[in-house]
């Protein structure tokens, strides 16, 4: 157990829609990063937090957006999903920029 | 920007015996780490090793070991007496020392899929 929690496990859902995927981090770390893990593009960065504020972006799509709370645990929110959006997302976090990073279970979506 | 290669999308080993996994990364920095990173059926993503480029020994955890060879911008996995529960997708990832902005990221390869026979 990696101690960084992935909420839901799965998603699925439709073309078109929204989701939000949730990350608590482990205890006492303050970087939260996103990982897009799809078959076509292996595994990408897509945006870093450190104590609530954006430290660095990836190939991240306009139409994702993400925050970190006050509590630092994260959200990734996906929007007007597309069929290409099937990926497994993975939080991982760290205490600081520079520690290696511990990746939660990952989310899996699916849109139909 | 940087990049890494694993050229060995599948690999397969007995039981018991040693498997080599091979790592390539480009880059114009001369300060940075290098890891492995395991993800088994579940999906999970697990660190195995790290090394850090400053140090010239290379790093050992348990039953895996390291051969990075900066120069030739090499890092390679070994695995002795391999087990049936190394089974799994092997990543190789590169990430900047630097501070700031979006030096923290990992830069992950496309994975070697190990198989353990029994």
């Known amino acids: 157990d990696s101690g960084v929690t992935q909420t839901p496990k799965h998603l699925i859902t439709a073309t078109g829609q929204r989701v939000t995927l949730r990350c608590s981090p482990r205890s006492g770390d303050l970087s939260v990063y996103w990982y897009q893990q799809s078959l076509d593009q292996g595994l990408q960065f897509l945006i870093q937090?450190?104590?609530?504020?954006?430290?660095a972006k990836g190939n991240i799509l306009e139409r994702f957006s993400a925050q970190q709370f006050p509590d630092l645990h994260s959200e990734l929110n996906l929007s007007s999903l597309e069929l290409g959006d099937s990926a497994l997302y993975f939080c991982?976090?760290?205490?600081?920029?520079?520690?290696?990073?511990?990746f939660g279970d990952g989310t899996r979506l699916s849109i139909l | 920007a940087q990049t890494v290669t694993q050229s060995q999308p599948e690999m397969s080993v007995q039981e018991a015996e040693t498997v080599t996994l091979s790592c390539t990364y480009d880059t114009s920095e001369s300060d940075y780490y290098l890891f492995w990173y395991k993800q088994p059926p579940s999906r999970q993503m697990i660190l195995v090793i790290r090394?850090?480029?400053?140090?010239?020994q290379n790093a050992t955890e348990n039953r895996f070991s390291v051969n990075f060879q900066k120069a030739a911008k090499s890092f390679s996995l070994k695995i002795s007496d391999s087990q049936l529960g190394d089974a799994a997708m092997y990543f190789c990832a590169y990430r900047s020392s630097s501070r700031g902005g979006s030096n923290y990221k990992l830069t992950f390869g496309k994975g070697t899929l190990l198989t353990v026979n029994p």
């Open positions: 937090y450190y104590n609530g504020e954006e430290r």
């Open positions: 090394q850090e480029a400053y140090k010239q």
């Open positions: 991982a976090s760290s205490v600081m920029g520079n520690q290696p990073q511990h």
